[in-house]
């Protein structure tokens, strides 16, 4: 029955010429769907995944970084526009464009308004992430409750969704585009639309694209989101003259356990260890300052230290001081009496790894274990040094997470300007096709990361996306 | 799956939980699951009351099936429950009526009212079961004597209390009196029939107040109507004014707002068990759920039918089949379905002790 439903539904929606058409049921497609409709417009979202699916990586989401100037529902305290501005401009080391990242930063302080009349839902930051009480607003729920309250909202303002129909080609007419092919199964079919919005996401689950732009190594990566973000409407948006922007090598990459599925092990594949212990490569040998910097802050530069390494796996090691200081991961670690035990169970060299705590141990320099300060817990004459919360690895049992990179999102983006219409390379912007989320974050985020903020550019584009869509379609 | 399987499936699920942690605004479950690292069998079955089963994690779950974490939360902790009631049942033989136990409660249901019937066979004349009585103090008594049955639902209450009280101490004691205040608010409330603010997903996944409403309706018509037993035996005892009363008395008014009450409640959320997302359910217990739900709906509606027919030839018959409904619903209370509600009290009770204590710290910052 649900399929002759679906089967009616889609011989309709081939049939009429929408007003706007958006690619990619997540975050950043029903903003603009809901905000096309809004406007007016007749609304057609074409999910890729299966409906249990749906949504992209925005499932696998829980917050939205906002700007504010004092304390908000939700939200703690203040966080001004040039503070969020000054966070970007650090973990970007200035590959960003500040107009566009400044619209985003100040519109983010009226998006909740907007997301609760459409049914979304707050709380107060989860355990264990009190350092975002200020910065970001959490979804009760999470990112998939989010996307059905947003299902809900789009479907009871008559927006049409389409799911399991991946877009595969793009037809334009001179520079105006007029239809988009979509592939169910076998068949192959042609949408047509007086505007189009594309939001379906990076190229992060397109394993072959990954060993284009990585190499071999690529192989090693797990895929922490959706396995349905291809990216074949970044890559033929750009065939068909867009100009794109950034290094497909950059994007959110973290380590995370190296137990994990291969696609969508989502948050709980995450391993917060690393700053309590040492992080170790297959040769049983330190590479990276594991207490540089709180663990929320450095999160997201393991992944690419990981994949820096032989193999591309790393194992985080620490002794029974550390276990119940950091959210617990979702498979239980190694674990053995000695070190050498540990080493064989995690198949590294005993002798090695012995020597290499051994030597971490002496060069560690005793002071005031504090894990909520940047203490003086430090090493002395070590390359590379721990910085801080450094501890002799003396007290067993001794416990071992694998960790291999995990892409959370890539960066490759096609070049959009502050009203969401993506620019060709003759220069001027495209008539009628407009971007939002992930496939445009690039113009914005050029590399590093700020927790929240990708659901934040989301929300204001696909916002932008959706009524500028309208507007041209009318 | 055996008893070890379904604690170590309710273990792997949590440990996912207690790394995911984007429910902790939903209900009390997850703020208690994150004060742990590990999940003791004790922990599963303490967690596994606290749930209310309303669904609103399940539809917010990015592992829910066909995920291949495979997280349905609300069924497993459903499946636990049963296995609760079985584990901390007092005497403990008694625990298998758990086993099969909408034939538990049919079984009992039967004898009570071949019991009743039998009783009055044998204590009186025929005629004057099928007689007709004018509605004067007393006339109840004139078919079974107050002597018996005073004396055997006596006996059945104390019986019941002491079974009540020792399955729930041994699932949960607390002298903390605020703790026993704060987990009583929240079941006399419904709290987390709230789904975090705008009613639960309960039946679909939409949010809806349905269930809360009927369970109201349910609990407080029960409350109203053991209100209405109580005020009759002192009415009795105290001022030796003897049943049936008049429409407009106290012991009356209560026992038919409750009675309308037991009516709607059970019929309401039967109603909403129809129609409830089968992927929440645990199949194996719709015995239980449906038994409880229509011995509380026959009870009620042959309290109402005496009430009308008090002053008719089927008054004696009416009596006995409504004595019946009331010493099986009694019989079978500590071993069915009312049960979820006492250790669910005391789940809430140990969730508001145990936030008394500082939470741990695994955050960095």
Redesign the interface.
């Known amino acids: 029955m649900l399929t002759s439903r679906y089967k009616e539904a889609f011989i309709s929606a081939r049939e009429k010429t929408w007003d706007v058409l958006v690619l990619g049921g997540g975050n950043a497609g029903l903003c603009a769907a809901i905000s096309a409709r809004r406007a007016g417009a007749s609304v057609l979202v074409v999910e890729s995944a299966p409906k ?2 749906r949504g992209g990586n925005s ?2 989401t ?1 917050n939205l970084r906002c700007m504010h100037d004092a304390p908000q529902d939700v939200l703690t305290g203040a966080y001004p526009e040039e503070e969020f501005w000054q966070d970007l401009l650090k973990v970007t080391g200035g590959r960003t464009d500040e107009r566009l990242a400044r619209m985003v930063i100040r519109s983010s302080a009226s998006c909740r308004d907007w997301m609760r009349a459409h049914g979304v ?1 707050f ?2 930051s ?6 975002l009480s200020r910065t970001n607003a ?8 989010l996307l ?1 309250a947003y299902y ?1 909202a789009a479907e009871g303002l008559g927006v049409e969704v389409l799911y399991e129909r991946e877009a595969v080609g793009l037809e334009f007419e001179q520079d105006r585009f007029v239809a988009v092919t979509v592939k169910h199964l076998d068949r192959q079919d042609t949408l047509r639309a007086r505007a189009l919005v594309v939001a379906s996401g990076g190229f992060e689950s397109n394993l072959e694209w990954l060993r284009e732009a990585w190499g071999p190594t690529a192989d090693n990566f797990l895929i922490r989101g959706t396995p349905y973000n291809k990216g074949r409407m970044l890559r033929a948006l750009i065939d068909a003259g867009a100009q794109s922007i950034g290094d497909p090598t950059q994007g959110h990459c973290v380590a995370i356990d190296a137990r994990s ?1 291969k696609f ?1 092990g ?3 594949t ?1 391993v ?1 260890a690393v ?1 309590l212990g040492i992080v170790v490569n297959r040769d049983a040998k330190r590479f990276y300052d594991e207490g540089e910097e ?3 802050k450095r999160y997201a530069i393991w992944g690419r230290l990981v994949a820096g390494q032989p193999g591309q796996i790393a194992h985080a090691i620490v002794d029974a001081k550390a ?8 498979y ?1 670690p190694l674990q053995a009496m000695t070190i050498a035990e540990l080493a064989a169970k995690s198949s590294l060299d005993p002798e090695q790894l012995e020597s290499t705590i051994a030597t971490f141990n002496a060069a560690v320099r005793e002071g005031t274990f504090d ?2 300060v940047l203490d003086d817990c430090a090493t002395e004459g070590l390359t590379p040094p721990k910085t801080h919360w450094a501890r002799k690895i003396d007290t067993p049992p001794y416990f071992a997470y694998p960790l291999r990179p995990g892409i959370t999102f890539t960066y490759l983006s096609v070049v959009v300007d502050e009203r969401a219409r993506v620019r060709m390379r003759g220069g001027d912007p495209a008539k009628n096709v407009f971007a939002a989320g992930e496939v445009m974050a690039g113009n914005i985020l050029g590399q590093g990361y700020v927790g929240g903020f990708g659901m934040t550019i989301g929300t204001v584009f696909g916002r932008i996306a959706g009524h500028e869509a309208a507007r041209v379609a009318r | 799956m055996s008893l070890d399987e379904l604690i170590q499936e309710a273990q792997r699920q949590l ?2 939980c ?9 209900c009390a479950v997850f ?1 208690a699951l ?1 004060r742990r ?1 590990e999940f003791t069998e004790d922990d599963v079955h303490y967690l596994a009351n606290l749930c209310h089963n309303c669904g ?2 399940y ?10 974490f495979n997280l349905n939360f609300p069924r497993t902790l459903a499946r636990v429950r049963a296995q609760t009631y079985r584990r901390y049942a007092w005497p403990a033989f008694l625990g298998r009526l758990y086993e099969r136990n909408g034939a538990a409660v049919a079984a009992v249901m039967a004898a009570c009212f071949l019991g009743v019937l039998l009783a009055m066979a044998l204590a009186i004349e025929p005629w004057r079961l099928f007689g007709a009585h004018p509605d004067i103090a007393g006339s109840f008594y004139a078919v079974l004597r107050h002597g018996a049955m005073a004396g055997v639902f006596g006996l059945v209450f104390v019986f019941v209390v002491a079974a009540m009280a020792a399955s729930a101490s041994r699932f949960f004691v607390s002298t903390d009196f605020d703790s026993l205040k704060g987990g009583l608010a929240d079941s006399l409330t419904l709290k987390y029939l709230g789904g ?3 009613g639960c997903t309960y039946p679909q ?2 949010a809806s107040g349905a269930r809360r409403v009927f369970h109201h309706f349910t609990f407080y018509g029960f409350l109203l109507c053991f209100a209405a037993t109580c005020v009759g035996t002192l009415y009795h005892y105290g001022f030796g004014w003897k049943a049936p009363y008049p429409f407009l008395s106290l012991p009356v008014i209560l026992g038919t707002l409750g009675g309308v009450g037991l009516l709607l409640g059970p019929a309401g959320l039967a109603w909403l068990k129809r129609k409830a997302d089968a992927s929440l359910k645990d199949e194996a217990q719709r015995g239980m759920d449906d038994g409880f739900l229509l011995l509380l709906f026959l009870t009620s509606l042959t309290g109402l039918l005496l009430l009308a027919f008090r002053e008719t030839h089927a008054m004696g018959v009416l009596l006995a089949v409504h004595l019946a409904m009331v010493l099986a619903l009694f019989l079978t209370l500590p071993y069915g379905k009312f049960m979820h509600g006492l250790y669910r009290l005391a789940a809430l009770a140990r969730f508001h002790a145990e936030r008394k204590l500082p ?7």
């Open positions: 249990d699916f499932r696998h829980r839902r709380q107060p989860l355990g264990g992430t009190l350092h959490f979804f009760l729920g999470g990112g998939k409750a059905n809900r599925p969508d989502g948050i709980v995450r917060d700053s709180f663990w929320p276990m119940g200081r950091f959210i617990p991961p979702v239980p894990h909520t | 440990r996912i207690n790394a995911c942690r984007y429910c902790e605004g939903f703020p994150e690292l609103s994690c539809y917010a779950c990015q592992y829910a099936p066909p995920h291949e975090g603010g705008e996944d939409e939470p741990p710290r695994v955050g960095s910052e």
